[in-house]
């Protein structure tokens, strides 16, 4: 764990007292614990009790004595414990805190990732509630809540769009901005109530309830969801049945252009909620889950994911504030250099007026666009896909990947206009709450779009089913899951999101799709905007 940076405090449990990590002369094994304060602080009282070597004040917390907090911590079994109220520096105006120790607390947000993984324990703590008493998180988590035949589908869903707000406003872990990080790094560890008991779950209630429990049921409804939105947008192309599971959900949204619309609208709510798509390497489900989510400080809306998102930002400033434009620019550059393409697997803004209105970083940054690779699945991107930089707020520079062949000028290459394809576009209705809809895939000649490609895509079968001539193994259409541009002069062009292109003319079913079933067009750079 050599490239994992060590916390710089560490608290001794049972000394009850704070130390530099580096005082200790060894490499130790400790426990971790994310819960949710900031809410309930009371900012004009420090609590009493605090260990020793710590000099900033610790946050008061009404019916949170540290001395009942420091019982729940020892269920780990760890005589040490990173412990943000003691190991992260607290700022109040009571105690400010010292340059060096805020700079210091800034290192200990970068490093929270790291942090995290060197931890031998874990614990969440959800101390607002008694699994005793069983709230409706219990409930939710011991599987209670079930769909039943006996009423709509329809109300079957507002049931359980009702039962997620209700769980979301009960539990406050759930709506924490920094817990929305914990959870990504933590999926498999218990959720402790009050008392620091656990809650049994599984078919004989013998399991404990962990972070990723919360998501069991979200994460395939979603799923499945998109999958039947999916399934419409190219059935009279495939010559396969519908994927397993989703049948009903099949019958309801094929029903009306309305219950299509409402389904839509319900995943992009759940895609909000944070409870979808929790994992690393997902950008845009975390971003946009932390839209939901409350913040301390301003700052926190961005560098509180910085673990999550697994990116590296030195001394994160926090300046009330008064410097989020750098802010977001710093955020967005560590973004964009580890998850390049990724960040931008969205769907075309329909009413794009709030979204020409901000640049690149802000676009990406806020979490207003809906990741839509909930409708993709998780997309392989090319690792020879041209790399993407900011040029400037506005600008995004593409450039081609160095080739291996020395004698081989690289090139940024897109799907030319002026040809006739078949394609399948997505929309987002609005940048600040809208939700994702899916044209069914269409044949047009394209005039005035380019198009990237960045992934393999599947075949469209069976084109022509009337045509009882052709093997049916060469009734297929191959292409690319693509970024589309309108192209607007020499070498840029505005970003229109992601749509899926197959080539006019088709091929034998078996053999990798080659770019050569489409006419190309060839860049040394291209400008983004």
């Known amino acids: 764990m050599a490239h994992l940076s060590t916390p710089h405090w560490i608290l001794d449990i049972e000394e009850w007292k704070v130390y530099e990590y580096a005082q200790l002369g060894r490499e130790i094994d400790y426990g971790i614990v994310s819960y949710t304060w ?97 709230p409706l998180l219990g409930c939710y988590l011991t599987g209670s809540f079930k769909a039943t035949n006996q009423i709509p589908f329809r109300s079957n869903i507002e049931a359980l769009r009702y039962c997620v707000k209700r769980i979301q406003e009960e539990e406050p872990w759930l709506t924490s901005g920094w817990t929305l990080q914990e959870g990504v790094l933590l999926p498999n560890t218990r959720l402790l109530d009050k008392h620091g008991k656990s809650l049994k779950t599984g078919a004989f209630s013998v399991d404990d309830a962990v972070v990723s429990t919360i998501s069991a049921s979200i994460n395939p409804l979603a799923s499945r969801i998109a999958q039947a939105l999916m399934d419409i947008s190219w059935r009279q192309y495939s010559t396969s049945g519908p994927p397993p599971g989703i049948a009903r959900i099949l019958e309801f949204v094929s029903a009306s252009p309305e219950n299509r619309e409402f389904m839509a609208i319900f995943l992009a709510d759940l895609l909000r909620t944070g409870l979808v ?43 009330d504030g008064r410097e989020m434009g750098r802010v977001i620019s710093t955020f967005f550059k560590a973004l964009l250099k580890r998850h390049q393409w990724r960040l931008f ?15 690149w970083p802000e676009r990406i940054s806020e979490g207003h666009v809906l990741p839509l690779e909930i409708y993709l699945g998780q997309v392989e991107i090319w690792s020879d896909s041209p790399r993407v930089s900011i040029n400037q707020p506005h600008i995004l520079l ?132």
Request: proline share 6%; aromatic share 10%; net charge neutral.
């Open 38 to 134: 900031g809410m309930f602080r009371d900012p004009d009282q420090s609590a009493e009790g605090k260990p020793k070597n710590v000099r900033w004040d610790v946050p008061y917390v009404e019916d949170l004595p540290l001395a009942k907090a420091r019982e729940v911590m020892r269920s780990m079994n760890m005589q040490y414990v990173w412990w943000d109220w003691m190991c992260v520096p607290q700022r109040s105006a009571r105690n400010p805190l010292s340059p060096t120790e805020v700079q210091l607390a800034g290192q200990e947000v970068a490093n929270q990732m790291s942090i995290y993984k060197r931890a031998k324990a874990s614990i969440v703590w959800l101390h607002r509630i008694e699994w005793d008493k069983h």
């Open 398 to 529: 593409l450039e081609p990947s160095k080739s291996d062949k020395p004698d081989e000028t690289p090139k940024v290459t897109f799907i030319d206009r002026q040809q006739d394809l078949y394609t399948r576009r997505y929309h987002q209705s609005t940048y600040m709450s809208g939700f994702i809809h899916i044209d069914a895939v269409r044949m047009g000649h394209i005039k005035n779009s380019l198009f990237l490609p960045i992934a393999n895509l599947e075949p469209l079968e069976d084109i022509n089913p009337m045509d009882r001539t052709t093997s049916p193994d060469q009734k297929v259409r191959k292409g690319f899951r693509c970024v589309e541009i309108e192209h607007l002069a020499e070498s840029s062009g505005r970003f229109l999101g992601v749509t899926d292109v197959w080539a006019n003319k088709a091929s034998e079913k078996g053999k990798p799709v080659d770019k050569d079933l489409f006419r190309l067009v060839h860049f040394d750079s291209y400008k983004l905007f």
């Open 345 to 359: 697997l969205m769907a075309k803004m329909d009413q794009s007026s709030e979204w020409d209105d901000r640049h």
């Open 277 to 319: 798509g929790y994992t690393c390497n997902a950008p845009l489900f975390i971003l946009a889950g932390r839209v939901s989510r409350r913040f301390s400080s301003p700052e926190d809306r961005y560098w509180a994911l910085l673990g999550a998102m697994e990116i590296d930002v030195k001394d994160p400033e926090y300046n």
